[in-house]
């Protein structure tokens, strides 16, 4: 069973930054490891992976978020600048083999951007 385990989540004023964390297994050390987001009755959006040392990001969140991963710690980032109300949502880890498959979900961290 393979389980991922994310952090950071938290109230954040709009403006502000924060960095959520997700600690993957060594198994799947080679996976693509991404972030998604969801908010209540709304289908889960992509938001950033990364895979092989190249990364990829939602046009919605381009320039104001970050992933990046450090392998020696198995973990991956997600860094957000400049929030928004609109970026208030549960921010689920994700690792896969490859794009079509569904890959394996943390539980999620929330993330409200509110003053």
């Not at 080679?30 to 950033?48: D, H, K, M, P």
């Given at each position: 069973?393979?389980?991922?385990?994310?952090?950071?989540?938290?109230?954040?004023q709009p403006g502000g930054?924060?960095?959520l964390s997700c600690a993957f297994p060594e198994s799947v050390s080679w996976?693509?490891?991404?972030?998604?987001?969801?908010?209540?009755?709304?289908?889960?959006?992509?938001?950033?992976s990364i895979n092989r040392g190249t990364t990829t990001t939602a046009d919605s969140v381009k320039g104001?978020?970050?992933?990046?991963?450090d392998s020696a710690q198995n973990s991956i980032?997600?860094?957000?600048?400049?929030l928004l109300p609109e970026d208030t949502a549960t921010y689920y880890c994700?690792?896969?083999r490859t794009p079509r498959t569904p890959g394996y979900w943390g539980q999620g961290t929330q993330v409200v951007v509110s003053s």
């Amino acid at each position: 069973q393979v389980q991922l385990v994310e952090s950071g989540g938290t109230l954040v004023q709009p403006g502000g930054s924060l960095t959520l964390s997700c600690a993957f297994p060594e198994s799947v050390s080679w996976y693509i490891l991404g972030w998604y987001r969801q908010t209540s009755g709304n289908q889960r959006e992509f938001v950033a992976s990364i895979n092989r040392g190249t990364t990829t990001t939602a046009d919605s969140v381009k320039g104001r978020f970050t992933v990046s991963k450090d392998s020696a710690q198995n973990s991956i980032y997600l860094q957000m600048n400049n929030l928004l109300p609109e970026d208030t949502a549960t921010y689920y880890c994700n690792a896969r083999r490859t794009p079509r498959t569904p890959g394996y979900w943390g539980q999620g961290t929330q993330v409200v951007v509110s003053s």
